[in-house]
């Protein structure tokens, strides 16, 4: 059978530099290193244009090169004959690249020096194995397809958003072993994603915002393609860093507060892969571990995937939601006892505090803040989704607005800061809102 | 030295330091190129440099070389990389009149001494000891590849990379 890229793809993991051969229209060769040769397809590669170099002299007179990958378990040699077709210097490539990059260069100690300024695709023409070169024969790689159906089972078995992403992240940790793993969900205006389920860290971290184009989450998100790097960057990281930048962000609001990304402090390797309904980005899955180069392409197809699966399923009940909204049941929540539990809002970002502990804010504080004074004023505890979608003080985006997932958010941050409130689901599109404590509401203007 | 000796041509561009790190336990990757400038390229088994830093001899593994050697024939030109793993320190050098010459009695011991040194290098930056052999792979046999340095770069990944060793 003839070698193909996709058998070789450990090869383009950046772990081992390559090197290419070119040749300038007067016949004289040149030989290189390069750091990053990425897989594209079964028939291109891309190679990092880092440098104005005279290799990329050559290759724009005289498009035919060869370069030759290592193993990176093997030690075998593959030399591959290519012809140059195009630079890409923006979109999904380029950003994969890019992250990719930023990965090898702080592995290499050259941070700052390798900086990605295109990427240059190739057409693979023909791939031997140099003779002699490996340790041991090509490794049988696990397909991984038994894993996913195992996790596509769980996932088809969800009956709401909520359930779904809990299925995701216990598959990824029972059949595939991915440990630390969460859920980001977007907001229409695509101007932050926020956290609603994870596992694996101290703290849940549910609520936690990253801005598009941020850190490898917000990059998967801006460019909707994958994101994986194998070594820590601080370019790609979130770590102390990012946080501290949230800690800045938070004190110029004054009243603002940041709930803290969860996180491995020795995060090496991670990944976050879009998750689309169509053309429409619902979220981000992301995952990580201590390990350096976890994260190979075969996790990044598993990965990808599930994620187009649980894309489709989040859309398919976001409609059942809306077809299957019901007529409120009897009020059966328990009356409130003990101290009354003061409740301040602030209007300037619907941020809201219980006692003095930071809950919420933004669209998902606007439905705490409606709940509240409905069981205040009306003393209401039953609602659906489709009363808070058609509420104009809720100010929801517009109607593609994921709205169950700003509540699985609420009902989350509940559970964690406030037992004295909670959400309970009374059937699909419906849900109780139970306080269980007497509440004293205090609006704060602008 | 040169107005001692009567030599009257231009001085050749490795420097002693240049010769003893190429010579030393770096990577060694060989280019050349066919009638229709179709590049070809390996990676070497070691390297000598005579006396005089005149003339660089490179060791390939013959069935390894693809068309190297019959381009070697062909055209003789050529193009060598040498590279520090553990720092990037990288040089390349470029020649017009590369030929194979024949084995000398110290070649198989450079070719055994250059894969110690170089395997050190690697498992200095967390490789195996296998995977640098692996790599290397086995060499039962060696080819010589003699040529005259025309030109040298640096090469070592950041702003100086493509300047040539000789201002």
Same mark, same amino acid.
């Given at each position: 059978m003839p070698l193909t890229l996709h058998a070789i793809?450990?090869?383009?993991?950046?772990a081992v530099p390559a090197v290419i051969a070119t040749c300038a229209l007067d016949g004289t060769p040149n030989v290189s290193y390069i750091s990053e040769v990425h897989y594209v397809d079964a028939r291109h590669v891309a190679l990092s244009f880092q440098f104005f170099s005279k290799t990329r002299q050559n290759v724009l007179e005289n498009p035919r090169a060869t370069v030759v990958v290592i193993h990176?378990?093997?030690?075998a040699q593959y030399k591959l004959a290519v012809r140059y077709l195009r630079t890409e210097d923006s979109g999904p490539l380029f950003e994969c690249m890019k992250a990719k990059l930023a990965g090898i260069a702080s592995h290499a100690g050259m941070t700052g020096v390798f900086r990605l300024r295109g990427s240059d695709v190739y057409r693979v023409e023909s791939i031997t194995e140099v003779y002699g070169?490996? &340790?041991? %024969?090509l490794p049988a790689r696990s397909a991984g397809a038994a894993e996913l159906r195992c996790c596509m089972a769980r996932l088809s078995s969800a009956s709401d958003l909520a359930g779904l992403l809990d299925a995701l992240l216990d598959g990824l940790a029972a059949h595939?072993? &991915?440990a630390q793993a969460m859920v980001l969900m977007g907001d229409a205006a695509g101007e932050k994603l926020y956290t609603v389920a994870s596992r694996?860290?101290?703290?849940?971290?549910?609520g936690a915002e990253i801005r598009p184009g941020e850190g490898v989450i917000g990059t998967a998100a801006l460019a909707r393609t994958p994101i994986r790097i194998s070594h820590a960057t601080s370019e790609f990281g979130y770590g102390r860093a990012m946080r501290e930048d949230a800690r800045s962000r938070g004190i110029t609001a004054g009243i603002e507060q940041e709930i803290a990304f969860p996180g491995l402090?020795?995060?090496?390797s991670q990944i976050a892969v879009p998750i689309l309904a169509g053309e429409r980005l619902l979220g981000v899955l992301f995952a990580e571990s %201590?390990?350096?180069?976890?994260?190979g392409y075969d996790e990044e197809d598993a990965l990808a995937v599930l994620a187009s699966h649980v894309g489709a399923v989040a859309a398919l009940l976001e409609e059942r939601d809306d077809a299957h909204e019901e007529a409120p049941a009897s009020a059966q929540s328990a009356s409130p006892e003990g101290a009354p539990l003061r409740i301040r809002r602030? %209007?300037?970002?619907d941020s809201i505090f219980a006692g003095e502990d930071y809950l919420i804010k933004g669209v998902a504080g606007a439905i705490l803040w409606k709940l509240l004074r409905n069981f205040v004023?009306?003393?209401?505890t039953e609602h659906t989704n489709r009363e808070l979608r058609l509420?104009?003080? &809720?100010?929801?985006?517009?109607?593609?607005?994921n709205l169950e997932a700003r509540l699985i958010l609420l009902q989350r941050r509940l559970e964690e800061r406030c037992p004295a409130l909670g959400i309970e689901k009374t059937g699909r599109g419906r849900f109780r809102f139970n306080v269980r404590r007497p509440v004293r509401l205090a609006e704060i203007p602008r | 030295m040169r107005g001692m000796t009567g030599?009257?041509?231009?001085?050749?561009?490795?420097d002693s330091d240049h010769a003893a790190f190429i010579q030393g336990g770096v990577s060694v990757v060989v280019a050349t190129r066919d009638a229709d400038c179709v590049p070809d390229l390996v990676r070497g088994c070691g390297c000598r440099v005579s006396r005089d830093r005149r003339r660089v001899t490179v060791l390939v593994e013959p069935s390894r070389a693809g068309t190297l050697l019959d381009d070697i024939a062909a055209n003789g030109m050529i193009a060598v990389v040498f590279s520090q793993?553990?720092?990037?320190r990288t040089i390349q050098l470029k020649g017009s009149d590369a030929r194979v010459v024949k084995l000398s009695a110290a070649d198989r011991a450079i070719a055994a001494r250059h894969l110690r040194d170089w395997s050190e290098d690697l498992c200095r930056i967390g490789y195996t000891p296998e995977f640098a052999n692996a790599v290397r792979g086995a060499a039962p046999r060696l080819a010589a590849i003699a040529f005259t340095p025309s030109a040298a770069f640096q090469q070592t990944p950041g702003p100086g990379a493509g300047k040539s060793l000789v201002p």
């Open positions: 793809r450990p090869c383009f993991e950046g990176p378990d093997t030690g070169t490996s &340790i041991a %024969a595939f072993g &991915i694996g860290y101290p703290q849940s971290g549910v402090p020795e995060s090496q %201590a390990e350096t180069s976890r994260f602030y %209007a300037e970002n004023d009306e003393q209401r509420d104009p003080t &809720i100010r929801l985006p517009d109607l593609s607005e | 030599d009257k041509r231009p001085d050749p561009p490795l793993p553990s720092t990037h």
